[in-house]
């Protein structure tokens, strides 16, 4: 297994750039890092694509799993000039990332499924777990594999995979792994995975049993998401809950058995959203997230 660090643990870090988080994770010595596009995007305004591709030509850290788009239901589907503008943007934005991602050898892209959602402090979109998703399942399966199918046909010019992360919430269109791996059956295209998460999982009714893992082919699964989260009840339970991996509510080590037992041998990203730890630097928030999760990892290995 490697280990791996997603951007958005630290991105509200007063002191985290991409490249800083670049550098700061090739010597903490994780394996891979998820890139956020954003934070590319603010290094871009002033620096070159090749910048990036001879740091990756010259490090042992490897780009895995650009992201992310959070999809709607009436993507590429609304008639009216508002959507259509929307459609084009979100496109030319994918079409942007998916070149870029090509570029320096990131061969997968997130999507995550449609959530119930609100801004929260700093603009941060925060999940809505206290109230139903309104809209029933097989018109979800409908929308998203109909969604999926057009990213999907995009990124296959790039040579780039989707990898699709359903959050199990209340408030998500997406429950369950299998409603997860249905949509991309429904899709009926090949270059698209899943992308677990511990806390996904959990917040499903606190549900602290990955059993369900051994139902999948271990290459099926383009990354796994790892973290664990405050002990909380479920309608206050939230992202911003989580914490690093050496303590809390989810059973992590049921998570990486279940793994370990179809023989996944991918990325496990540290992906916290923890607002107590943007107010650390940067440095300190990258080697506390290497540290708990290489032990983690290194117990499964």
Not at 235 to 240: A, F, K, M, T, Y
């Amino acid at each position: 297994m490697l280990i791996g660090y997603q951007q958005g643990t630290g991105i509200g870090c007063a002191d985290s750039t991409f490249w800083n988080d670049l550098v700061l994770c090739e010597k903490a010595g994780f394996d891979v890092i998820e890139i956020r596009f954003d934070s590319l995007e603010r290094f871009l305004v002033g620096h070159s694509i090749n910048e990036v591709k001879r740091f990756f030509a010259n490090s042992h850290i490897r780009p895995h799993c650009m992201g992310g788009i959070f999809i709607q239901p009436d993507f590429f589907a609304g008639e009216d000039n508002e959507s259509k503008k929307r459609d084009t943007d979100t496109m030319t934005r994918f079409i942007a990332m998916c070149h870029i991602a090509e570029q320096i050898g990131d061969r997968y892209f997130l999507i995550v499924n449609h959530l119930l959602q609100v801004s929260g402090p700093s603009g941060i979109m925060l999940d809505v777990l206290d109230q139903d998703y309104p809209y029933p399942r097989d018109q979800v399966t409908e929308f998203s594999a109909r969604v999926l199918k057009r990213f999907c046909t995009v990124a296959a010019e790039y040579g780039v995979s989707i990898s699709w992360e359903p959050v199990c919430g209340r408030g998500s269109s997406v429950k369950t792994i299998e409603h997860a791996m249905e949509i991309i059956n429904e899709s009926g295209c090949d270059n698209i995975g899943l992308c677990l998460d511990s806390f996904n999982q959990y917040i499903n009714g606190k549900n602290n049993d990955f059993s369900i893992y051994r139902d999948l082919a271990a290459d099926k699964i383009i990354t796994v998401h790892i973290n664990n989260c405050d002990d909380e009840p479920l309608g206050i339970l939230s992202p911003q809950h989580r914490r690093f991996a050496d303590s809390g509510a989810i059973d992590l080590d049921n998570c990486m058995k279940n793994l370990k037992a179809i023989g996944y041998q991918g990325p496990i990203s540290v992906e916290v959203l923890r607002p107590e730890y943007y107010a650390w630097p940067i440095e300190n928030v990258i080697n506390e997230a290497y540290r708990t999760t290489s032990e983690l990892v290194n117990r499964w290995r």
